[in-house]
C-alpha cells in the first residue's frame, strides 16, 4: 500500500515535493491544497486534485502525511499547529531561535488529536542538526561550527518579500571566508555571528516604494538580519530574473576536536552540502521523513518529533534486514 501524500502550499518547495514524491515508488500524492484559486495552478501530476486550502479537511481521511510548504516567517507557526489537529504533519519550520516554541504548539495540537508531527525538517535545521550531534556526541573535547552557503535562503528571501512595498526578492547567506578557512585549519576560533556570515539582499520594490524604509526594515528585522553585516541591492524585475532565477545553496558542519590524555591528537570532521535547488533538496528530506511519520504513526507514537528523535532507518522503503545487508 502507497503511503499517501498531500502538499499544503504549491510554491517552489511545494513542486519539490512534487518531484520527489515521483522518485519514492512507495509513495502516492493524492491531492495539492493553495491559497490560490486552484483552476489557475497547474501540477505536474496528472489526475491529482488541486484544491482550496480552506477545502482541506475534505481529505481528511484520504491523505496519510500531509506535507507543509509553507514559509517560517508567517505561514507554519499558524498551519502547522492547525493541520496537526487533523492530519501526521512535517513542516520545514526554519527560524532556528523559535524552534522550542513552534514545537510546544505542534506537540499540544499533534497529542490532543493522537496525531503524529514532525518539524523543522531540511537540511538546516534537519541534516545539519543531526551531523551536530553525531560530531559532538563522538568528538566530546572540540568545537563546532556551521557555516551556510553562497546560496539563497528561502525563509529569508520570504521574509523580505513579506515587507510592505517589495515586489520580489532574493537573499544570499555568505561565508565569510577568512572565518571558514581558520575553522578548516583547526585553530577553533570564537566567532559571533556577524564575524561567521554576511547577507546580500536583491531586491524589487513598487514604483514610488519607500527604499529608505524597506531597507531599514531587512537590516533591523530579528532573527533573519538584525545580526549581521547586512547589504541590500534594489534592482530591477528584469535582472532578479536573470541574474538571480536560481535557487542554489549548501554549507557546511564542522566539528574541530581533540583526543588523548594529553588532548595530543587532532581531528576535524565535515560534512557539507552542494545544492542546485535548495527547494528541490529540501522537499527531498521532507518526503523522507514523510515515510518516518507514517511508520512512527502506525506505531503509536503521537506528538511532535524533530530529526534527531527519529531513528535512521524510518528514511528508507528499504526493510531493517536490506539495510544492515547493504549499508553496515
Not at 499533534?110 to 543531526?130: E, N, R
Request: net charge negative.
Amino acid at each position: 500500500m502507497s503511503i499517501r501524500i498531500g502538499i499544503y502550499g504549491y510554491g517552489n518547495l511545494g513542486r519539490g515535493v512534487e518531484c520527489a514524491v515521483h522518485q519514492n515508488p512507495d509513495m502516492e500524492l493524492v491531492a495539492v491544497f493553495t491559497r490560490r484559486a486552484p483552476e489557475s495552478v497547474r501540477i505536474l501530476t496528472e489526475g491529482v486534485p488541486v484544491l482550496h486550502a480552506d477545502d482541506v479537511l475534505s481529505m481528511k481521511d484520504k491523505i496519510d502525511v500531509m506535507i507543509l510548504c509553507g514559509g517560517s516567517a508567517t505561514d507554519l507557526p499558524v498551519q502547522t499547529p492547525a493541520l496537526a489537529k487533523h492530519f501526521n504533519v512535517i513542516d520545514s519550520f526554519d527560524t532556528h531561535a523559535n524552534i522550542p516554541a513552534h514545537f510546544e504548539r505542534v506537540n499540544d495540537a499533534a497529542s490532543a488529536s493522537g496525531k503524529t508531527a514532525i518539524i523543522s525538517v531540511g537540511w538546516d535545521p534537519g541534516m545539519f542538526s543531526l551531523n551536530r550531534l553525531y560530531a559532538q556526541s563522538i568528538l566530546a573535547e572540540g568545537e563546532t561550527y556551521t557555516f551556510w552557503g553562497r546560496g539563497v535562503s528561502q525563509g529569508h528571501s520570504d521574509a523580505i518579500r513579506r515587507i510592505e512595498g517589495v515586489l520580489d526578492a532574493k537573499q544570499y547567506t555568505v561565508p565569510v571566508p577568512e572565518a571558514l578557512s581558520a575553522v578548516r585549519n583547526g585553530e577553533n576560533p570564537t566567532l559571533t555571528t556577524r564575524e561567521k556570515h554576511t547577507r546580500e539582499c536583491f531586491v524589487v520594490a513598487e514604483e514610488g516604494a519607500d527604499l529608505a524604509r524597506i531597507e531599514r526594515e531587512i537590516k533591523t528585522m530579528p532573527n533573519y538580519f538584525a545580526d549581521y553585516d547586512t547589504t541590500v541591492h534594489f534592482i530591477s524585475m528584469d535582472e532578479l530574473r536573470e541574474k538571480h532565477g536560481g535557487i542554489p545553496h549548501g554549507g557546511c558542519v564542522i566539528r574541530s576536536g581533540k583526543t588523548g590524555i594529553a588532548k595530543e591528537h587532532r581531528h576535524v570532521i565535515e560534512y557539507s552540502l552542494k545544492l542546485d535547488s535548495n527547494p528541490e533538496f529540501t522537499a527531498s528530506v521532507l518526503t523522507a521523513y514523510a515515510r518516518a511519520a507514517y511508520r512512527l504513526h502506525n506505531e503509536g507514537a503521537v506528538g511532535c518529533k524533530t530529526v534527531l528523535d527519529v531513528p535512521p532507518a524510518y528514511l528508507s522503503p528499504k526493510s531493517a534486514e536490506a539495510l544492515r545487508k547493504e549499508l553496515l
